[in-house]
Each structure stands twice: as structure tokens, then as C-alpha cells.
């Protein structure tokens, strides 16, 4: 073989494995990921997920949906040594559930570009969206068309509690993370990949009146400085949303 063939034959295979070398590397920060595609930066705040991705076009987030909180539900747990707590919220009318705090198996996949929809659908029972500690939302209904009224006196000393499989959750404002995130702060994301934010902004308490037929407006917040549709809680009844998701749903398992 001739010394010119060799010498080209030997740069077109290192070459070659130069470009697959740096095709097929993938980062392990948590904030990247296959193919490096960066995690949008308001999804970096959901500090509660096992793991978080990008999927094509949509962002996917797992959990286990166990809060980093304590709770008089963790009674009886694996947990119960460090997360168990007494009642001690302001509810004279509290009642516990018999159920109890369970890890669960939750993927969320969410649109990574949100967009309103053009028949929107309405939120199923379960999980219908992801907090900031992993913990799903669920919507403002105990069961089919069934308002909170009594259910609301099982919630905990942070307005979750778990429902028969173990599967701990919010329906209205988590308290936990509005003290320690702030009112007006980024709570999570519904499926439809519009976020969610506390009762204030700029300032000013939301109330119903304030928001849409799905509990939510368009304005500017400091994760979104071009402005984004966006729900917020209130203090009263539908809490998080309203007729349904804003924009077109992905999809949840658990």
C-alpha cells in the first residue's frame, strides 16, 4: 500500500471519530441534556423533579410527587421520623384523611413552546399540572363535578393532602412555597405548559375578577420580560383553573 493511501485512509478515521466523538457526547449538569438542548431557565426552578429533559418538543419532568415539607400524612411512612408533623394550621374544622404520603411514579410531558388552544379541554381529576417541589396540582374538584367544600378540611397545615394510592397533592395555594417562594413567585407549570404563579402581582392581590373564564392573563412577569399567558391562585373558588387548560395539553402518567 502506498505511504499517500495509508496517510489518508488514517486522517479519514480519526476524523471520523472526531465527529462522532462530539455528535454523541451529552452533558450531566442537570440543566442540559440529550443533544444539548438547554432546560428553559424557569423550568430550572422545579428544584422537586428526579429528572428533567427536553424531549423534541416538549420538556419532560419526573417525580415522585412526595413533598419536601412535613405533614401530619407522613405518620406511619418511611418518613415518618423526620417529615411527620401534628396538624397545627387554622382550620378549626380539620379532619385527617385516612390515607397516607406515597412515593409515586410521575412523568409530565409538557410543551416545551406553549399555544393557545382552539377548543380547549377540560382538566382531568388527577394531576393536572407540576409544582416547584415535584408535588402535582389537581383541579378544584373532589370528584366529578363535586366542589372541595368538605375536602378542603382535610388539607394539611400546607393545603395538600394525599388521595387513596398516596398520591400527595394541591388543589389550592401551596402554602408551603408561597412562604418560602414568595406570593407573586413562579409555583409550577400546568400540562399545557403555561406557568403559575402565586396570588400577588406587582403588588396587587388577584382575585377571580381579574382573571379569565380558565383563571389566568397575559402580562408580563419576571421569568417571562415579553410577557406570557399565565394562571394565577386565588383564595377562592376555582384556586388555580378555571374552565379548563388555556393551551393545548401534553400528557401525564402515573
Not at 422545579?46 to 423534541?56: L, R
Request: some cysteine.
Amino acid at each position: 500500500m502506498k505511504k499517500g493511501f495509508l496517510l489518508v485512509g488514517l486522517c479519514s478515521i480519526v476524523l471520523f471519530l472526531s465527529v462522532c466523538k462530539k455528535d454523541t457526547t451529552t452533558s450531566t449538569t442537570s440543566t442540559t441534556t440529550t443533544n444539548t438542548v438547554s432546560i428553559p431557565a424557569p423550568y430550572q426552578k422545579i428544584y422537586g423533579a428526579t429528572d428533567i429533559y427536553v424531549d423534541g418538543s416538549y420538556i419532560v419532568i419526573k417525580t415522585t410527587g412526595v413533598p419536601d415539607h412535613k405533614s401530619p400524612y407522613f405518620q406511619g411512612t418511611q418518613w415518618s421520623s423526620t417529615k411527620y408533623e401534628a396538624y397545627n394550621g387554622t382550620n378549626a374544622n380539620w379532619s385527617q384523611n385516612p390515607n397516607k404520603i406515597a412515593s409515586q411514579n410521575i412523568v409530565f410531558k409538557i410543551p416545551l413552546t406553549p399555544t393557545a388552544s382552539s377548543n380547549p379541554a377540560a382538566t382531568p381529576l388527577g394531576p393536572i399540572g407540576v409544582s416547584l417541589n415535584g408535588v402535582p396540582f389537581y383541579n378544584q374538584y373532589a370528584g366529578p363535578n363535586q366542589p372541595l367544600t368538605t375536602e378542603i378540611n382535610s388539607f394539611d397545615q400546607y393545603n395538600g393532602h394525599p388521595q387513596q394510592m398516596g398520591g400527595y397533592h394541591y388543589h389550592v395555594e401551596p402554602l408551603y412555597l408561597t412562604a418560602n417562594k414568595g406570593d407573586s413567585a413562579l409555583l409550577g407549570f400546568l400540562l399545557d405548559g403555561y406557568p403559575v404563579y402565586g396570588p400577588v402581582e406587582h403588588g396587587v392581590t388577584i382575585t377571580n375578577s381579574n382573571l379569565d373564564a380558565y383563571h389566568g392573563h397575559t402580562s408580563l412577569t419576571a421569568d417571562y420580560p415579553s410577557g406570557i399567558y399565565h394562571y394565577h391562585i386565588t383564595s377562592a373558588d376555582p384556586y388555580i383553573n378555571g374552565s379548563g387548560f388555556y393551551g393545548n395539553a401534553g400528557t401525564v402518567t402515573f
